[in-house]
């Protein structure tokens, strides 16, 4: 008796944009305390791009993206999307939603829903599983998402422990229905709380704590991080979410083409490719040539390999933030 062939949800196009001005390591040790050497082998960042216009915010990181999705696969049809769904950690504002400013910037067709959600640095991971089942269950067709981060805008200028981890960018990716076996085979997605939330953190301009002259004159509307609990934690939580996805869907090291992980600090970059026992040149790495984009990071990976990527590869998503908030996806790539 025939049976239905499953429905997963598979990335068939991906966009990208960074903004064209550099900010080097050297430009960095003229702003606070540091070296090229101290950030280089503490973090592995050599330079970042960031978005100088004072009056543009992460919509503009966004529509750009989509606007290279659009050239670079034009296949996808801007009047097909029927969703969008945007992650970011640094919206233009509390509300609207910047997904709104987005599809009106690109023309996405009036009545498309839109959304936005915060997931801290693994949002992209979060995003594909929103996505997913919004596809799986055929409510939708065509799902664009979107991380876009403008982090310079949260980042205290004077703060030599933040100022050179972060860069800004937005990538996204168009999810439809498939039965051909690719596309997210398997999705992981964790949190570790337990007083947790103080180790990473904008401590002011929420409802818990509104803006005021006080919390201005503190530099509370920046990010605060204590960067060896965080360390600490991402080296663990990724490298073992990594290695479970794994287990429980009978991949070995071999069968793995690419592990793409957030792009926070290449030390535990490594050390997660060293938890799955993968090679190097198996891992995907830009951290580089843009810093720590937050929830950026991984779709920008797959903007900048996209043509080393073929049908039927094994990719192992994986990323951690504040929170604690950690997964990991296995998709098999569509195209």
């Known amino acids: 008796m025939a049976t239905d062939k499953k429905v997963t949800a598979a990335i068939t196009a991906v966009g990208g944009y960074v903004p064209e001005d550099i900010l080097t390591n050297a430009d960095i040790t003229k702003m606070v305390d540091t070296s090229d050497e101290w950030i280089t082998t503490r973090v592995g960042i050599k330079e970042r791009r960031i978005l100088k216009d004072d009056t543009k915010g992460s919509s503009y990181l966004g529509i750009k993206a989509v606007e290279d999705l659009l050239a670079r696969h034009p296949n996808i ?54 996505a997913r089942g919004f596809v799986e269950s055929g409510l939708y067709k065509k799902v664009l998402l ?121 030390r535990i970059i490594t050390a997660t490719a060293r938890r799955i026992n993968l090679d190097m040149d198996q891992v995907m790495v830009n951290i580089d040539k843009y810093g720590n984009t937050s929830s950026a990071s991984i779709p920008l990976c797959l903007w900048d390999y996209e043509e080393r990527l073929h049908k039927g590869d094994n990719l192992v998503l994986t990323a951690f933030g504040a929170g604690f908030t950690y997964g990991s996806v296995y998709l098999k790539w569509s195209y």
Not at 110 to 116: A, H, K, R, T
Not at 119 to 130: R, V
Not at 198 to 216: D, N, R, W
Request: charged content about 20%; overall charge negative.
């Open 146 to 266: 979107i991380s876009a981060e403008k982090m310079s805008a949260i980042v205290n200028q004077k703060d030599r422990a933040t100022l050179p981890l972060f860069g800004d960018g937005g990538a996204c990716v168009v999810l439809e229905p498939t039965t051909d076996g690719t596309g997210i085979q398997d999705v992981i997605l964790r949190n570790d709380n337990a007083g947790n939330a103080e180790h990473l953190i904008m401590k002011a301009g929420g409802s818990a704590c509104p803006p005021s002259h006080e919390t201005v004159d503190k530099d509370m509307h920046y990010v605060y991080q204590e960067g060896q609990q965080v360390f600490k934690a991402a080296v663990t939580q990724m490298g073992d979410v990594s290695a479970e996805i794994m287990e429980r869907n009978g991949l070995s090291h071999e069968d793995v083409a690419w592990v793409v992980p957030h792009q926070a600090n290449m």
């Open 77 to 130: 049809k801007v009047e097909d999307i029927d969703m969008v769904v945007v992650s970011s950690n640094t919206p233009d504002y509390h509300f609207p939603t910047t997904a709104s400013v987005i599809a009106d910037g690109v023309g996405i067709p009036l009545g498309v829903p839109c959304f936005d959600f915060q997931g801290a640095c693994p949002g992209f991971l979060y995003g594909l599983q929103i």
